[in-house]
């Protein structure tokens, strides 16, 4: 019995090869059906991310069943291994066990410490079990997985700081406005990205009040689905007094917002602060606007930088959160070297038993002792005796030398 | 050693631990350093108001303002109270930082003055009087608070403006948040103030037969009261706002500092010492 795991993730593999070997939910569902009836796999989960696809398992020998997997996956996914097979790693034993931890912690991430593989993560496992793909060995290395997950994010900052754009957004207006109740959204233009920074927003408690775009068709759609109100491009400025934030990200070639009409703005909020988000490439406000007393504008390479400057500080944990790991894997080996030991140990004490029942009941006889104090003496006897290898097992298994051991106990006291 | 400086003793200590918990968890050593900070705070405003109660038994009178040592830990008491107290919701990790070590620093001071023992005129031994005293030293500490926070506003205002997002702009409080320890403090700390002038007054009337005394401190403490209430009154009515409230809370501050300071070294009426 040895974990395992295959798969390709971002580092090496193109996404073009990637998003083919992608599963869906139910995709998933079909395969973990199909896998189980493996021969030499007993028990299988699918991770399958937009960074990666993976698959972790348990083979009943020593060996990966990498033929089978791949074989399969040619013909479920309609393509050559050739395509895949690079860019493809696998590992084994405490090997795996560690690369799944370090999935689980984020640090496998394209983003480091990101949050969202831990809840991918336990879909998967939820999948996998709801199937019936996991016992009690997998399921086991899941928990803590997810465990590790959860416990390296509280006790370091690796998933501190916003790192993308739209999150980085909401980070610098929470910032300014403190936590977000309520504060007026303004977007200037339909980009995808200004749309997603919107969500965002509104997900941290903004509220969004005007869509301002040329197309109307276009930006009744958006407002509708933002719950907004669309606002024709030429009318925009006079609603800006009403808003705290405004998202810029039109297509025009010069700047529409400009230091003038910011600056009137200014005072008839009696200077109440506006954030304004510039992610049009060209961009759409002056930056001269930014001098403005209570005027914070924040263009794409600042939201950029912040977010590197974050990702730096997310880095700082990569040693702390790595060492957490080490420990958790070496937990879960010196967990499942007891759980192999537990055989070889039942046997031994059930030979020790048998000797001292035997040797006790003719000396018990002999010396006139009654049952109960013969089985008081043969207990206390047999927990002295064990203890000292019992524990020189168990410290054994936190170093990975509990097969010497185990081979020496056999082969002293022929337990095979 | 008496019980009252032991009591003040231990609570410099606490506020001094509280600074060092601060400390830690501002650095990133002790991340969660904040909350045995805020209990080694709380510890401290107890055992100073222990102190006071000892000081008043002892004496079997409240006034507890009769030398610069009981002056400066009635100081230290106050700003404790009015952000344990007053600023409850207003509270944040931050401001504990700064708040700690001045209130450690006040009390070492208090300490190390602690052997001068002074007598109070008959006079000063009277309700007005105390009230005066406790109302003006509230807005003492109010101040001080929106001083505190301005400062802060500033550093913060500063990365945002810069777009730098060092420790600060990680660890500060939104500029909201800020300004609102900025406004809230001053605007009850100008009203204290009104009240401590006009309850001065009466208690001059009763102690010296007239209203106004020509005196540095009364003047002092009087425009301070006016500089206060007009720059609460421009934050209501006008534009002014954030980096501007914040800049005249740092300014102002210098006044309260030479009044309560610097007026020590004037002749003047205040001088109430035997």
């Not at chain 1, 775009?213 to 006079?238: I, P, Q, T």
Request: with cysteine.
């Amino acid at each position: 019995m040895s974990f395992f795991v295959i798969g390709i993730n971002h580092k090496e593999c193109p996404v073009a090869i990637r998003e083919k070997l992608h599963f869906t939910n139910k995709q998933t569902e079909e395969a973990l059906a199909e896998i189980r009836h493996f021969p030499g796999v007993s028990e299988m989960v699918i991770l399958s991310t937009c960074n990666r696809v993976e698959f972790y398992g348990v083979s009943e020998n020593s060996e990966i069943p990498e033929d089978a997997v791949l074989t399969w996956l040619e013909g479920v996914k309609k393509t050559s291994s050739l395509e895949f097979l690079p860019f493809l790693y696998r590992w084994q034993g405490k090997y795996a066990v560690r690369h799944l931890f370090r999935v689980a912690v984020g640090l496998d991430s394209l983003v480091i410490g990101e949050n969202e593989i831990l809840g991918q993560l336990r879909e998967a496992f939820r999948l996998a079990n709801q199937l019936e793909t996991v016992h009690s060995l997998l399921y086991r290395l899941m928990e803590k997985a997810l465990k590790i997950g959860k416990d390296v994010r509280t006790q370091t900052k690796i998933n501190e700081g916003a790192v993308s754009i739209p999150s980085v957004a909401v980070e610098l207006a929470e910032k300014i406005f403190g936590r977000l109740a309520g504060e007026k959204v303004m977007v200037l233009g339909t980009g995808e990205m200004s749309q997603l920074t919107l969500k965002n927003l509104k997900e941290a408690g903004a509220c969004a009040l005007y869509v301002v775009s040329r197309s109307e068709e276009r930006g009744r759609l958006v407002a509708a689905e933002a719950e907004a109100e669309w606002v024709s491009l030429d009318g925009w400025y006079d609603y800006l007094a009403a808003v705290d934030i405004l998202i810029a990200s039109t297509a025009a070639p010069h700047p529409i917002v400009h230091f003038q009409q910011v600056g009137e703005v200014m005072k008839r909020r009696r200077h109440r602060p506006l954030f304004l988000i510039d992610i049009a490439v060209p961009r759409d406000i002056e930056p001269e606007v930014h001098s403005i007393d209570d005027v914070y504008l924040y263009n794409i390479d600042d939201l950029k930088s912040v977010a590197a400057a974050n990702l730096k500080l997310r880095r700082r944990e990569i040693e702390a959160a790595d060492k957490l790991v080490e420990e958790a894997v070496l937990n879960f080996q010196s967990w499942l070297e007891q759980l192999a030991a537990r055989p070889t140990l039942e046997r031994f004490e059930k030979h020790l038993n048998e000797i001292l029942e035997k040797e006790l009941s003719s000396f018990i006889r002999d010396a006139g002792i009654g049952e109960e104090k013969k089985n008081e003496i043969r207990d206390r006897l047999r927990s002295k005796l064990l203890h000292a290898p019992f524990e020189k097992i168990k410290e054994a298994s936190q170093n990975g030398g509990v097969t010497r051991y185990l081979e020496a106990l056999r082969s002293l006291f022929k337990l095979d | 050693m008496t019980v009252s400086f032991t009591l003040l003793l231990l609570s410099g200590a606490a506020y001094f631990l509280g600074f060092l918990f601060h400390g830690l968890a501002f650095s990133g050593w002790l991340e969660k350093g904040n909350r045995p900070a805020f209990i080694a705070l709380r510890i401290g405003f107890l055992l100073s108001t222990f102190y006071f109660t000892a000081q008043a038994m002892e004496q079997g009178f409240f006034l507890p303002v009769m030398n610069l040592s009981q002056a400066l830990a009635f100081f230290a008491w106050s700003l404790a109270f009015v952000y344990l107290v007053l600023l409850v919701k207003a509270q944040s990790d931050s401001f504990g930082l700064i708040l700690t070590p001045m209130l450690a620093g006040m009390i070492a001071a208090s300490l190390l003055s602690f052997h001068l023992k002074t007598k109070p005129l008959p006079l000063l031994v009277n309700p007005f009087f105390t009230i005066h005293i406790v109302s003006a030293f509230f807005a003492y500490a109010s101040f001080t608070i929106s001083f505190g926070a301005g400062i802060l506003y500033l550093i913060q205002h500063h990365e945002l403006k810069t777009r730098h997002a060092g420790t600060f702009y990680h660890k500060l409080p939104s500029l909201e948040e800020l300004e609102k320890l900025i406004y809230q403090p001053m605007s009850w700390g100008a009203c204290l103030l009104l009240a401590a002038v006009g309850i001065g007054f009466m208690w001059s009337k009763s102690a010296y037969g007239e209203y106004w005394i020509f005196d540095p401190k009364t003047i002092a403490t009087s425009v301070i009261a006016l500089l206060y209430v007009a720059i609460v009154y421009l934050r209501a009515m006008t534009s002014l706002r954030g980096k501007q409230v914040a800049l005249l809370s740092l300014a102002a501050f210098v006044l309260v500092l030479f009044n309560f300071v610097g007026t020590r070294f004037i002749q003047g009426s205040h001088n109430f010492l035997q």
